[in-house]
């Protein structure tokens, strides 16, 4: 049986006066039915770029330059915008990180909520509404039926991001897509969406997408993570194998940066350096200026996937070559 999402040899450019820059480099992977992914990264990794590949909403100058998409068997990178319309936002929903880009100001919720199923299904506005009240109920909102008269101001940045999650639920999609749904919200508020969304997808078999800088948030909510660092994953394997066993240095990093992963009265780890700008990737491994542990070839040859054996989880690093047999690496 294939897989619900397949992105392969994904690649993405921006044409801009001094040529074409490649902010996606040959990504690959795959989602199943009520699968959750984790894709990670600091900022300019390109995270947020592949979400938005995904759902063909890559603006200009950006273009798709190679690679297949394919979504319950459809190559989604072939398709006109009227028949993309009729997957994006309805069998593929996407979360952004600040609500009120997705909330318009100047509507109330339901009449957001109405308009948008109405654009989708061929629904009468009694039964939009009553999809609107159940959809606002799951995601734990009181008094629905007051809410739906009200206007996004009118709600904290919280029940704001939870309207925006029950927006995303309307058309019950296969996947959604979630890019760092919780970044302007307080700690407990995080914990408490982040909760929501595990308990929907499990509640709805729905596939997720959760696109993050945060390793511990990632570490509860997904089944499998694949490391982003400069347009390319680095890393991927199943959460508890990359969280417990990470084997390249910037995955490492990243979760010994982990605030949970401190003694009292140390001090909190940061990866020296700052990710590279997309126009001057350095030649070699592009991690291997911040890396502590680079060896004389990690700035001549860029290192490709490699299998961990029985184990399913892949990493791009040359330290890995160098401890093959002490770790039945299969190079």
Same mark, same amino acid.
């Given at each position: ?7 392969k040899?994904?690649?993405v ?13 040959? %990504?690959n ?10 894709? %990670?990264? $600091?900022s ?10 995904? /759902? ?7 273009? /798709?330059s ?8 459809t $190559?989604?990178?072939?398709? &006109? ?11 593929? &929903?996407?979360?952004? !990180? ?9 509507? =109330? ?11 989708h299904?061929?629904? =009468? ?14 995601v +734990? ?12 101001? $009118? ?6 991001q939870r309207? %925006? ?10 996947? /959604?897509?979630?890019? *760092? #749904?919780?970044?302007?919200?307080d700690?407990?508020?995080?914990a ?11 509640? $709805? ?13 990632v570490? !509860?909510?997904? !089944?499998?993570?694949a490391?982003?660092?400069a347009?390319?994953?680095? *890393? &991927?394997?199943?959460? =508890?194998?990359?969280?417990n066993?990470?084997?390249?240095? +910037?995955t ?11 003694? #009292? ?16 990737? #350095? ?5 291997? #200026? ?6 004389? /070839? ?10 961990i054996?029985d184990?399913? !989880? ?14 039945n690496?299969? %190079?």
């Amino acid at each position: 049986m294939g897989h619900l999402l397949e992105v392969k040899d994904l690649e993405v450019k921006f044409a801009l006066r001094f040529g074409d820059l490649t902010a996606i480099n040959r %990504v690959n992977f795959t989602l199943d039915k009520g699968e959750r992914l984790g894709i %990670v990264g $600091e900022s300019g990794a390109g995270k947020s770029v592949t979400g938005f590949a995904i /759902i063909n909403l890559i603006s200009k100058p950006g273009y /798709i330059s190679n690679g297949n998409i394919v979504f319950d068997g459809t $190559e989604l990178s072939q398709l &006109s915008n009227e028949e993309m319309r009729n997957i994006r936002g309805n069998r593929i &929903s996407m979360i952004f !990180q600040d609500p009120m880009m997705t909330l318009n100001p100047v509507l =109330s919720i339901g009449t957001q909520m109405t308009e948008s199923l109405m654009t989708h299904m061929d629904i =009468s506005r009694k039964q939009a509404e009553e999809t609107a009240l159940e959809k606002l109920k799951k995601v +734990y909102i009181s008094s629905p039926e007051k809410r739906l008269k009200q206007y996004p101001h $009118e709600f904290s940045g919280g029940m704001r991001q939870r309207i %925006v999650i029950a927006i995303a639920l309307l058309t019950n999609p296969a996947i /959604i897509i979630a890019d *760092e #749904p919780t970044t302007a919200l307080d700690v407990t508020i995080q914990a408490e969406i982040m909760e929501l969304l595990l308990e929907l997808c499990k509640s $709805e078999n729905m596939g997720l997408i959760l696109i993050t800088h945060d390793l511990g948030v990632v570490s !509860q909510v997904t !089944q499998k993570i694949a490391v982003m660092y400069a347009g390319k994953i680095v *890393e &991927s394997g199943s959460t =508890s194998e990359i969280v417990n066993n990470p084997r390249h240095p +910037y995955t490492k990093g990243l979760i010994k940066a982990l605030p949970g992963v401190l003694k #009292p009265g140390e001090r909190l780890y940061q990866i020296p350096g700052t990710m590279p700008n997309l126009t001057s990737i #350095p030649p070699g491994c592009a991690f291997h #200026p911040r890396c502590e542990f680079r060896l004389d /070839i990690c700035d001549k040859k860029e290192p490709g996937l490699m299998n961990i054996k029985d184990k399913h !989880q892949q990493a791009a690093c040359h330290l890995l070559n160098k401890e093959c047999s002490k770790n039945n690496i299969i %190079v």
